[in-house]
């Protein structure tokens, strides 16, 4: 297993709870107002949990909210976004299941912070 890891992104932060060969296992929290690129990934399929908040998110133009103790899957090649439309913090577990997770594995098709 690989040293676990803490970035802050423009959009939020995100924590490593887990990283091994055959998953990887991140909670991801978006501040007020912000949300991640319009992304997808070649490698890796995703589902994330809310567990604090309300999340919009968009899987391949689809719209869908929701609250703690909800999941949303993410197909793999699916592009898709979180996004804090609300006026509180909002954090998801993001479980990653495929054949890589390194975070050079992001297509962006929109991005707000122009990375």
């Given at each position: 297993?690989?040293?676990?890891?803490?970035?802050?992104?423009?959009?939020?932060?995100?924590?490593?709870?887990?990283?091994?060969?055959?998953?990887?296992?991140?909670?991801?929290?978006?501040?007020?107002?912000?949300?991640?690129?319009y992304q997808s990934h070649k490698f890796r399929k995703e589902t994330w949990t809310i567990v604090k908040g309300?999340?919009?998110?968009?899987?391949?133009?689809?719209?869908?909210?929701?609250?703690?103790?909800?999941?949303?899957?993410?197909?793999?090649?699916?592009?898709?976004?979180?996004?804090?439309?609300?006026?509180?913090?909002?954090?998801?577990?993001?479980?990653?299941?495929?054949?890589?997770?390194?975070?050079?594995?992001?297509i962006r098709y929109e991005d707000d912070y122009e990375r």
């Open positions: 297993m690989n040293t676990l890891e803490h970035d802050t992104r423009p959009w939020g932060s995100y924590q490593v709870l887990l990283d091994s060969d055959y998953t990887k296992v991140k909670i991801i929290t978006v501040t007020p107002g912000q949300r991640s690129s309300i999340l919009t998110v968009i899987v391949d133009g689809y719209k869908v909210i929701k609250g703690p103790g909800q999941s949303v899957k993410i197909p793999l090649g699916a592009k898709h976004r979180a996004w804090n439309q609300g006026e509180k913090e909002c954090s998801f577990i993001e479980v990653q299941t495929g054949t890589y997770f390194g975070e050079d594995d992001i």
